[in-house]
């Protein structure tokens, strides 16, 4: 029913462990598969993947052309599209399915930081809320397939915040819905940015993203200040 779409590149430190949860949280007989589509990684996470028991498929870099390939290769008639570097809840598919016979048509999950820090904290406990501005990529998305088609997948135009710009466009064709299991995403970045500046950085590319700074200037923006 339910086929895992994981987007990697260079993700060998994470992917093993990953797709071991995601069997062991996963209720038995709702996931039809684990695709890991990867985008060119330069270490073993192909290698790690493919032993792991995962459907491994090759795809140029970019998390929205990696996620649009692996949903042509997925048979499931729900996708759900998880971050390397993202846990999700323990019975994650049986919420997922429990959410669409009630007629929900594309969701979320709630979702934390593995680091308590306070500003971390505040930016999980606002994911609890509808609107678009707090939404983002580490609360997965689970949708069905036709609705996903529907809508023409990600904008492989968008090269940063690809996550972002779809959720709009499902919205005006299908019910979405934010879950209140939590998924639990890797603060590593910010730990190694530190978290007050990943903040502001992060702030300030979806402010630029809003008023319609092109793609190319918050690419080069990001790679600038992030490390």
């Given at each position: 029913m339910?086929?895992?779409?994981?987007?990697?590149?260079?993700?060998?430190?994470?992917?093993?462990?990953?797709?071991?949860?995601?069997?062991?949280?996963?209720?038995?007989?709702?996931?039809?598969?684990?695709?890991?589509?990867?985008?060119?990684?330069?270490?073993?996470?192909?290698?790690?993947?493919?032993?792991?028991?995962?459907?491994?498929?090759?795809s140029?870099?970019?998390?929205?052309?990696?996620?649009?390939?692996?949903?042509?290769?997925?048979s499931?008639?729900?996708?759900?599209?998880?971050?390397?570097?993202s846990?999700?809840?323990?019975?994650?598919?049986?919420?997922i399915?429990?959410?669409?016979?009630?007629?929900?048509?594309?969701?979320?999950?709630?979702?934390?930081?593995?680091?308590?820090?306070?500003?971390?904290?505040?930016?999980?406990?606002?994911?609890?809320?509808?609107?678009?501005w707090?939404?983002?990529?580490?609360?997965?998305?689970?949708?069905?397939?036709?609705?996903?088609?529907?809508?023409?997948?990600?904008?492989?135009?968008?090269?940063?915040l690809?996550?972002?710009?779809?959720?709009?466009?499902?919205?005006?064709?299908?019910?979405?819905?934010v879950?209140?299991?939590?998924?639990?995403?890797?603060?590593?970045?910010?730990?190694?940015?530190?978290?007050?500046?990943?903040?502001?950085?992060?702030?300030?590319?979806?402010?630029?993203?809003?008023?319609?700074?092109?793609?190319?200037?918050?690419?080069?923006?990001?790679?600038?200040?992030?490390?």
């Amino acid at each position: 029913m339910i086929s895992v779409i994981v987007p990697t590149y260079n993700e060998e430190t994470n992917i093993a462990s990953l797709l071991a949860l995601i069997e062991e949280y996963s209720t038995q007989g709702l996931i039809t598969e684990t695709i890991v589509v990867d985008g060119g990684s330069s270490d073993n996470t192909v290698e790690r993947a493919f032993v792991s028991g995962a459907k491994v498929v090759l795809s140029d870099k970019g998390r929205a052309k990696q996620m649009n390939r692996g949903a042509r290769k997925a048979s499931g008639s729900l996708l759900y599209f998880l971050h390397a570097d993202s846990i999700p809840p323990m019975n994650f598919d049986r919420f997922i399915c429990e959410a669409v016979k009630k007629g929900s048509h594309a969701g979320c999950f709630r979702m934390r930081f593995d680091n308590r820090h306070l500003f971390l904290r505040i930016a999980g406990w606002f994911t609890r809320f509808p609107s678009n501005w707090c939404r983002g990529g580490d609360q997965s998305l689970f949708i069905t397939k036709d609705l996903f088609q529907k809508v023409g997948g990600f904008s492989e135009d968008h090269i940063i915040l690809e996550d972002n710009e779809i959720i709009p466009r499902i919205k005006a064709s299908g019910r979405f819905v934010v879950l209140p299991e939590q998924i639990i995403t890797s603060a590593r970045r910010f730990e190694k940015n530190g978290v007050v500046r990943l903040q502001a950085i992060f702030a300030l590319i979806h402010i630029g993203y809003r008023i319609g700074i092109p793609q190319t200037r918050l690419l080069e923006l990001y790679k600038r200040l992030v490390h």
